[in-house]
């Protein structure tokens, strides 16, 4: 899943592997790509920023179904590999190529606030700490919107994928249907915040500490099973037509809807 969590350490094994490497040969298919040494890759939020020294910037988002993967060296996509939009020949480093990668462009690095400018902090940034205030600000400005999907708008706050915000709100006690402004923001993306940092520390998205199959979640794609707090069956209610308005689960009993 991408979520911010995800992304990042994705980032952090392109960065490892093939950061401070040149580019040989390259594809990119809409053109344009200059090509030079990769300097960073950085994440911010779920998207992904890889500066070169061209002074060019290739900006990914993988949402459900994209993926970056280093093939060996010389690697070139085969009729059965269609779905590559572009690869990087690294050399000895071996070839970078973009798997159905839904949001895939080149542009200059001195401009990604085109692509990036509009989110707001990223919950697995170092400023976090500092910037959380401006997320909660930006949460409780429309107190009416429901706190699921406030959490899920990435202008708010960036970096929290579906998993969390179900899942953290659970830990919270809150329904996810709670209207913004009657919810302590600040304590349910602190507590978020540090379950995601728990989780890229440890390589998992298990939020219950359980890293055995079926027992990572509390509620997250558990409905009708038994709340593993007070055996109440789970709810869900599916996906609606807002961008944020994604499937969600909770335990009525640990979450009550106010009364
Ligand atoms: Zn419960």
């Known amino acids: 899943m991408a979520e911010g969590d995800s992304v990042r ?3 952090a094994r392109l960065d490892g592997a093939l950061a401070g490497h040149d580019v040989v040969a390259a594809q990119f298919w809409r ?9 960073t890759v950085a994440p911010v939020g779920k998207h992904l920023l890889m500066r070169f020294t061209s ?4 900006h990914s988002h993988l949402r459900m179904q994209g993926s970056w993967r280093i093939h060996r060296p010389g690697w070139r996509p085969g009729p059965a590999t269609d779905q590559v939009r572009a690869w990087f020949d690294f050399g000895p480093a071996g070839v970078l190529a973009a798997h159905a990668m839904p949001v895939l462009e080149v542009l200059p690095t001195a401009r990604e606030d085109q692509v990036v400018g509009h989110l707001g902090p990223d919950i697995l940034a170092d400023q976090w700490p500092q910037q959380r205030p401006t997320a909660v600000t930006a949460i409780t400005a429309a107190p009416d919107r429901r706190i699921r999907e406030a959490l899920l708008d990435q202008r708010n706050v960036c970096g929290i994928g579906n998993l969390w915000a179900v899942e ?13 402004g009657d ?7 602190e507590l978020i915040g540090r379950m995601m940092r728990l989780g890229l520390r440890n390589g998992t ?8 199959r079926g027992r990572t979640h509390w509620v997250y794609g558990r409905y009708r099973r038994p709340c593993r707090r007070c055996a109440t069956p789970v709810a869900f209610v599916p996906a609606g037509d807002g961008p944020y308005d994604r499937e969600t689960w909770w335990c009525p009993f640990c979450q009550p809807a106010p009364v």
């Open 183 to 189: 919810v302590d923001a600040d304590r349910v993306l």
């Open 9 to 11: 350490r994705l980032a």
């Open 31 to 39: 053109g344009g790509f200059e090509g030079g040494r990769l300097l």
């Open 205 to 212: 998205q298990s939020t219950t500490g359980d890293l055995r």
């Open 168 to 180: 953290g709100l659970f830990i919270a006690g809150v329904w996810p249907h709670t209207p913004a």
């Open 55 to 58: 002074g060019q910037t290739v």
